[in-house]
């Protein structure tokens, strides 16, 4: 998923430790650790619905213009 390789990029520029939880989670939801933040990522080989986005970026604590 296209989100989750630019929330890794955004991580290691600004050496915030970003990492991808699969255990914490129902089904096909994964945790998203971005610092101390973290949000929920639906199937990752969906796309992800504008609404959603911006949602998951405030949750991370980013501007989605930062990606």
Do not use: W
Not at 35 to 55: C, M, Q, W, Y
Request: net charge positive.
């Amino acid at each position: 998923m296209k989100f989750i390789r630019k929330i890794k990029a955004l991580g290691k520029h600004r050496d915030i430790v970003v990492r991808l939880d699969a255990s914490r989670g129902n089904g096909s939801h994964q945790t998203l650790y971005f610092g101390s933040a973290f949000t929920i990522v639906r199937n990752p080989k969906d796309e992800l619905k504008t609404g959603t986005f911006h949602a998951m970026c405030s949750q991370l604590g980013i501007k989605p213009s930062d990606l």
